[in-house]
């Protein structure tokens, strides 16, 4: 088995030189081809390993070699396929592979073909390190790895001056949690002794609460920056920037979810510390509302579906916190699938309509684009969470979780959200797909992707659809490693009306959006309507001002202080402190220079003076010396 | 000559610099390489005799010099030495390798050689005062170097280079000689040996005002804060070269020297002063990473970015445990080949362009990929990516550090943000965007002759970062020999606490030993 | 009539080292300067021959002919160089003589 581990976990590494070989060379097929050949490779192995723990092997552990070993530190290149890693390591590479084929067409004129694939498999890669390793610090190479795909894939076309800037907020965000993260992992080690998983977390049960609460914080503060919870959620939409196949696989299928991964890894601690996993819980709740907010009222296809990821992490993280890892994994895995379908899909509306993002200045587009406009469609569905879709499943499970822990403004607040999800995902095929065929103002001819890609991304369409009646199996593999709790409620007739119920809201919130937006009287907004200038309006198209804050209140004051610090701590008060004391002892030498003026009799006035004054020195201290005694009584006299 | 081989080590470049003065101008430059290169080849041939399971002090040699002040010629090489001093012949080599065409070029490569001496000497020396001339005698060259090819301001610079390092330097003599005259009044004979000096066992009040002397001379050559403001002229005027070496090796002498000196000998003061340097530390990260990011020059970036990476090694030196100690020293090893590595390839764009500001550039990922490349990956090291070299040490000291201060090393840990600020920042001006400035659109790309020397680095910067153990093994057990011995010889409470005990149940036996 | 004892030589010399040194400090003329040397050494004269009679020791007096003896060559080479000055500059007087100013 050991063998499958390697080439899953190697294969896109070598995909990834192998395409950058070809970085200096002009845009070649091959370099498209190989790559997603290699990452395919990658995903049967993890299907032959993930067969073989669903058929309940061992979990298979392998330590490669050591990387740093220092005083009692013992840190190896170790990987384990378990059931939570085999989960993780089969999303990665099928939503992958499906990316990287989807991505031969989709980047088929860019001038820097080569080079993203070669970023892209390098970032499955680190992905791969993420979720397969077993002890912490591998888990944080793969962490800052993914971090560093992603500033290069978001930034990826590095002429446009809104791309290369939001790489840089992406990557410095993430940094100011992986502190959080790193925080975590010496407290880990000091507290534990060891960075392995196994052995830190069997020694945790040992451990002070205290000191437990302060590791289950600091973990998650790096979970919150690669999950993009509040309040360091603003690059995940600003990420929008990069290439759309980049949007699907980080941005929403993998390298977000790295926070909810690391909360269901560290399930042995954060059961310890059920406060903590509360407080998970609620933020969770409070960013799937949050960010569904701002979904609701953006004009940016990609950037509405970026929040709606931001808030189904929010769902995650509280099926995380409230200790049902199980169901967060679950929502996770179908998430990546349809969340990725849904960008994959947006993505070929963008190239249709020559990179416009704008989803007033679309419409009517299910004539031109048939396969998109179902794919998207069903996507929808499995987002909004309707029977049986994958959604129902993984979406209204976290729902139950939080009744049936009996959190009940937690519920509410995911219950209201599930009608905002549902009515700003139809909004957006609505005014995509349906009503006046607007883009005709603008004078563009939209065209169907290519066939492949489409056929690339059925198994995600039918992943979306079925993925929920894998439940039960995989709720058997799972829970031999996480916390078997099965979230039922006692009674069978308020699970009708809840189900039912939820259903029904849905079902209304998406008639609504249709109502409003599929029908031939949606305008081009033009900032003069009504609802435009409405308060509230103006608040959620502005992210609650938050990167307005961000900017006016962190960025410009850090800047302008470095530059404070530079022209004038530094400059003026550190260095001119050196100078001037450089500065006296010159001016020193200028004055007594004078002295030496060349003038005999002048100089031996000076040798007089200075005879004179070591004679009377010598006389005084000879004085003092004889006499001490006596001047110490006098002194003592004095009472000094 | 296995025994000699330090003094061959020190001696031969100063050697073959004297007979450069008969070679003709035209083969100067193959002669110096071959110099750099065999000396390289002998100081691998080193690390490869060097047996990586003793702590102690190996290939030692001993010489009386001035018997009756005990003043001897005694070298040795320990883990903790070995590496900086093939750092220093390696980048010497790849210096001389990558000098581009420069006037008098006879001279220049003359003085690198006479340079290459004192650094390998300072390193080897075990004696106090062979030390100490070696530790003098670094500055002449260096000034020269500056004095001579380097920028309008370059006598200022040079001067300011010279006189600040050089008043430190004295402070630190006064010490030297302060501690070899309590030897003598300790033992009854003079010594200046430093491992003899290990031995001594100084009162508490004594430590204090010995390590704030041994501490002037030490934090001006790092240079911490607030005696760091002859770096950014040193850098800013220096050729490339200069700067290279400058960052690479001579500003690890100061963060060396702690260790050597200020740990083993005064462990009680070391503990007693631990906060305040970690404090200072902690300014020069945070502060000096604000001065970079507010920088126009490219090369001023580089510079107060090295100052920064210096602070988190005073950090670990000072975690005073062997997980943060063993990091200082490999961030030592590991700032000294990215910082080089930035230093030369801020050099490849002056060479180009004659200029150094950031805004004169500007997408010039577009024209020089490889060069953009290659720089990437450099910032990815500095701003500590996993699998970089970097990484290793920065998260060793400071994971070694958090054992002594919480709260401090979570200041200290915005390194890893502040760095990125500037970094990528500084990046993105000159590399990202479009081509602005007519005079880049037809720059060449990096060249063979630099390549020769960035490619190695790069492959340095990967393959340690993955593969740290060769060289972190023998640090190691240097470290942890001198872990223990600070342990043994502490005085106090405190110290006896803050320094860990790696002898395994040593204290229940002596506990024992009352008992009975 | 009191008996002239040592102290009144050691006087007598400490006024005549006092006179020299005036002297030496007041003279621009370099003439003069030597002069006022003369008076210094031989105040010093004085002293070495009291104290050499006081003590009944003749090392004090083989001195004073050293000086002497040494002073003479002095002055000897002194004024010879203070001719040639004279010849070169057609003046002796010291504000002139400043090429030594640091």
């Known amino acids: 088995m050991e063998i499958y581990l390697y080439i899953a976990l190697f294969s896109p590494l070598v995909g990834s030189l192998f395409a950058g070989l070809f970085g200096a060379s002009p845009r070649t097929k091959i370099a498209g081809i190989v790559p997603s050949l290699l990452l395919f490779t990658s995903f049967l192995s993890s299907t032959v390993l993930l067969v073989y723990i669903l058929g309940g092997g061992e979990k298979v552990h392998v330590e490669m070699m050591t990387w740093m070993a220092a005083g009692d530190l013992y840190i190896p290149f170790g990987f384990v396929v378990d059931q939570v890693s085999v989960t993780m390591m089969m999303v990665v590479t099928l939503v992958s592979t499906i990316v990287h084929i989807y991505s031969i067409g989709y980047m088929d004129h860019d001038k820097g073909f080569n080079r993203f694939f070669s970023y892209l498999s390098a970032f499955v890669f680190s992905m791969m390190i993420l979720v397969m390793s077993d002890n912490f610090a591998g888990l944080f190479i793969g962490w800052e790895g993914v971090g560093l795909c992603s500033w290069l894939l978001i930034g990826f076309w590095y002429h446009k001056e809104s791309a290369t800037w939001a790489a840089n907020e992406a990557f410095i965000m993430n940094r100011i949690a992986d502190l959080g993260m790193l925080i975590g992992i010496f407290l880990v080690y000091w507290s534990t002794g060891t960075l392995q998983y196994e052995q830190a977390f069997a020694a945790m049960s040992g451990l002070d609460k205290e000191v437990l609460t302060w590791i289950g914080i600091f973990l998650f503060i790096g979970a919150m920056g690669k999950s993009a919870q509040f309040p360091l959620h603003t690059w995940l939409a600003d990420a929008m920037e990069g290439p759309t196949p980049v949007s699907a696989l980080i941005h929403a299928a993998t390298m977000v979810t790295a926070g909810v991964y690391l909360v269901v890894r560290a399930n042995p601690l954060y059961d310890l510390i059920p406060h903590v996993g509360l407080f998970i819980a609620s933020l969770g709740a409070f960013v799937a509302l949050f960010a569904a907010s701002m979904a609701l009222v953006n004009r940016d296809m990609k950037r509405i579906i970026a929040y709606s990821t931001l808030s189904q992490l929010g769902y995650m993280f509280v099926a995380a916190g409230l200790g049902a890892y199980w169901v967060a994994l679950f929502h996770l895995m179908a998430h990546a699938f349809f969340k990725a379908l849904l960008f994959l899909g947006a993505g070929n509306v963008m190239h249709a309509m020559h990179n416009e993002l704008d989803p007033f200045k679309m419409g009517g587009l299910r004539k031109v684009m048939k396969g998109t406009f179902i794919m998207m469609t069903l996507a929808s569905v499995a987002l909004a969470g309707i029977y049986p879709f994958a959604g129902f499943f993984s979406k209204d499970l976290i729902l139950e979780v939080a009744f049936v822990e009996q959190h009940y403004i937690i519920y509410s607040v995911l219950l209201f959200t599930a009608g905002l999800t549902a009515f700003y995902s139809f909004r957006l095929v609505a005014l995509i797909f349906h009503g006046e065929e607007r883009y005709k103002i603008f004078g563009i001819h939209p065209h169907e992707a290519y066939k492949f890609m489409l056929v690339a991304m059925s198994p995600l369409l039918l992943l979306a659809i079925i993925a929920g009646s894998f439940k039960m199996t995989y709720f058997e593999m799972v829970t031999a490693m996480l916390p078997a709790t099965e979230y039922h409620l006692h009674s069978v007739v308020t699970y009708w009306i809840m189900t039912i119920g939820t259903q029904l809201f849905v079902i209304l919130a998406i008639a609504f959006a249709y109502k409003k937006y599929a029908n031939n009287k949606v305008k081009v907004p033009d900032g003069t309507s009504k609802i435009e200038n409405n308060l509230c309006y103006k608040v959620l198209s502005n992210q609650y001002y938050i990167p307005y804050i961000y900017e006016e209140y962190l960025v410009k004051p850090y800047r302008e202080l470095s530059s404070v610090f530079w022209k004038e701590v530094d400059m003026k008060v550190v260095d001119a402190t050196v100078d001037g004391i450089a500065g006296i002892i010159y001016s020193s030498g200028e004055k007594t220079r004078v002295m030496q003026s060349g003038n005999l009799s002048t100089m031996l006035k000076w040798m007089v003076t200075g005879v004179i004054i070591l004679l009377s020195l010598a006389v005084v201290f000879g004085l003092t010396a004889r006499y001490s005694g006596e001047i110490k009584a006098i002194l003592s006299g004095l009472g000094v | 000559m296995i025994d000699h081989i330090l003094s061959i080590l020190i001696f031969f470049p100063a050697l073959a610099a004297m007979l450069g003065f008969i070679i003709h101008k035209d083969s100067i430059r193959a002669y110096g390489v071959a110099i750099a290169t065999i000396e390289f080849a002998l100081s691998l041939w080193l690390w490869f005799l060097f047996d990586s399971n003793v702590s102690g002090m190996q290939f030692m040699e001993q010489l009386p010099l001035v018997p009756s002040f005990g003043i001897n010629y005694i070298l040795g090489v320990d883990g903790i030495s070995l590496f900086i001093v093939i750092l220093a012949s390696f980048f010497t080599m790849i210096g001389l390798a990558s000098l581009t065409d420069t006037k008098n070029i006879k001279n220049m490569i003359i003085t690198l050689l006479f340079l290459q001496m004192t650094m390998v000497g300072v390193f080897v020396a075990l004696d106090a005062i062979v030390f100490y001339v070696f530790w003098e005698l670094s500055l002449v060259p260096m000034l020269y170097i500056i004095g001579a090819w380097g920028g309008p301001l370059r006598i200022y610079a040079s001067v300011k280079f010279f006189l600040y390092t050089f008043t430190g330097s004295l402070v630190m003599l006064v010490g030297m000689l302060f501690m070899a005259y309590y030897y003598y009044q300790a033992t009854g004979t003079w010594s200046f040996a430093i491992l003899e000096w290990y031995r001594l066992i100084l009162p508490e009040a004594f430590q204090l005002w010995l390590f704030v002397a041994f501490f002037i001379g030490f934090a001006i050559k790092v240079p911490m804060f607030p005696f760091h403001t002859w770096l950014p002229y040193a850098h800013g005027q220096a050729p490339t070269i200069g700067s290279v070496i400058l960052a690479a090796i001579l500003l690890k002498m100061g963060t060396y020297a702690f260790i050597r000196f200020s740990l083993p000998m005064f462990p009680d003061a070391s503990v007693f002063f631990m906060f305040p340097i970690a404090i200072l530390a902690i300014i020069m990260i945070i502060y000096t990473a604000m001065v970079a990011y507010a920088q126009e020059d490219i090369k001023q970036v580089v510079a107060y970015s090295s100052v920064s990476h210096m602070g988190v090694i005073i950090l670990g030196t000072f975690a005073l445990n062997v997980e943060g100690i063993t990091g200082s020293i490999f961030l030592m090893i590991a700032h000294g080949v990215v910082s080089g590595a930035l230093f030369l390839l801020v050099g490849v764009i002056y060479d180009r362009r004659h200029t150094k500001m950031m805004s004169e550039f500007g997408g010039l990922a577009h024209v020089m990929p490889r060069y953009a490349t290659i720089f990437g990956l450099m910032l990815m090291a500095s701003v500590g990516m996993p699998l970089t070299i970097n990484f290793v040490g920065e998260f060793l000291s400071l994971l070694g550090f958090y054992k002594q201060s919480h709260i401090l090393t979570i200041l200290a840990g915005t390194a890893i943000i502040v760095g990125a600020i500037y970094m990528l920042t500084a990046y993105k001006k000159m590399f990202f965007g479009n081509v602005t400035n007519e005079e880049n659109r037809n720059l060449p790309d990096v060249s063979k002759r630099e390549l020769l020397a960035l490619i190695p680095l790069a492959i340095i910067t990967v393959w340690l970062g993955i593969y740290p153990k060769p060289i972190l093994v023998p640090i190691n057990n240097s470290v942890a020999s001198i872990v223990q011995l600070m342990h043994d010889k502490s005085t106090t409470e405190e110290a006896k606490k803050r320094i860990p005990n790696l002898v395994k149940g040593e204290d229940v036996k002596t506990l024992e030993k009352e008992a009975h | ?102």
Do not use: C, P
């Open chain 3, 1 to 102: 009539m009191m008996e002239i004892g040592l102290n009144h030589y050691l006087v007598l010399s400490t006024i005549l080292f006092a006179i020299g040194l005036i002297g030496v400090m007041r003279r621009k003329n370099l003439l003069l300067l030597f002069f006022a040397t003369e008076i210094l050494l031989n105040s010093v004269n004085i002293a070495f021959a009291a104290i050499s009679h006081y003590y009944g020791d003749l090392t004090g007096q083989l001195f004073v002919f050293f000086v002497i003896a040494i002073a003479a060559s002095e002055v000897a080479v002194g004024l010879g160089l203070l001719i040639v000055w004279h010849k070169r500059h057609g003046n002796i007087d010291l504000d002139h003589m400043s090429t030594m100013r640091g």
